[in-house]
């Protein structure tokens, strides 16, 4: 514990969820989320719903696969992904431009059309959710895209064995709460029995706001 949180220290570290993502755990999730094709999901969304953009960024982008949809749907768009995990980052990076950090670390006064976060909240460290709201209001100049598990109160559950890393609320309800200007553009469902998303999706909620 001691070392840990010597890393902490070191690295800028606000959380434990930080340093869990940042190490072994995180290099496996990568092998567990590499064939997946993000054009049949936040493509699709963004596509039906008429979104024009020429710039993008992901917090807790990964390998990139949802920037690769984003490349592939809109080929003009500049991508940015930020990523804590240094093995997801060296895949990243060849692909997209991208910043090798935690994000609640992450400052930048530029503005991109599009910000995007999935399967990424339900990682984070509930204390920290306004800051994070927050970040990704003030990086969004036009839209913002959120896929996460879903439940109406905040819960805690057992994730692969590990206590303390997955948390699910209504995510997309407290960001709007303090951002209420925002206007909520469309919101669905993504259910992993679908055949049409097999091996692409978890059984995940969508939500599309507009500045």
Known sequence: MEEQHKIMKKDKFKTEQELFWRGDFGDKYIKRNIKSNRELTIGKNLL??????????????????????????????????????????????????????SFLNFNSKKKFDLVIVAGVLIHLNPDYLKKIYKIICKLSKKYIYISEYFNPVPV????????????????????????????????????????????????????LFQK
């Not at 949802?66 to 692909?95: H, M, V």
């Not at 590990?162 to 993504?190: S, V």
């Not at 259910?191 to 969508?206: A, C, F, G, I, V």
């Open 48 to 101: 039906s719903n008429n979104v024009k953009i020429h710039s993008a960024i992901e917090l807790g982008a990964n390998i990139g696969l949802n920037l690769d949809a984003i490349k592939s749907i809109y080929p003009q768009c500049t991508t940015l992904g930020i990523e804590i995990n240094k093995k997801a980052y060296s895949t990243l990076k060849k692909k997209h431009k991208a910043v090798n950090k």
């Open 156 to 207: 805690t559950i057992k994730y692969r064995g590990h206590q303390g890393r997955l948390f699910k609320r209504d995510f997309a309800k407290e960001l709007w709460n303090l951002n209420p200007k925002l206007k909520l553009l469309n919101y669905g469902f993504e259910w992993k029995e679908d055949p049409k998303l097999k091996n692409m999706s978890d059984n995940t909620n969508w939500f």
